[in-house]
């Protein structure tokens, strides 16, 4: 059983930045890569950012270039800092196993609202 425990969301204009940390507790071991999804009101969630045990990153088309994904192993947190926010990321962002065939529970994800 792996729990995620995510946090760092909040409301910040056009253009601005936020950086989310997500807190992974539970038997981890077999988990190869880690990824932060979000969804936004009305549509389905979407896998936006992963990492893998190595460090390799691979984003969606949309966030590539703004968003980037990091880790710290030795204390099982996974970051992903998003500057230039937009008002399309306006989503609750969650993080779970990268491969959809392999999640685990959801967390309660945290809010990011992108408004002027």
């Known amino acids: 059983q792996v729990q995620f425990v995510e946090s760092g969301g909040g409301s910040v204009q056009p253009g601005g930045s936020l950086r989310l940390s997500c807190a992974v507790s539970g038997s981890i071991f077999s988990i190869l890569a880690m990824g932060w999804y979000r969804q936004a009101p009305g549509k389905q969630r979407e896998l936006v950012a992963s990492i893998n045990r190595g460090g390799s990153t691979n984003y969606t088309d949309s966030v590539k270039g703004r968003f980037t994904i990091s880790r710290e192993n030795a204390k099982n947190m996974i970051f992903l800092q998003m500057n230039s926010l937009k008002p399309e990321d306006t989503a609750v962002y969650y993080c779970?196993?990268?491969?959809?065939?392999?999640?685990?529970?959801w967390g309660q994800g945290t809010l990011v609202t992108v408004s002027s």
């Open positions: 779970n196993n990268a491969q959809m065939g392999y999640l685990e529970a």
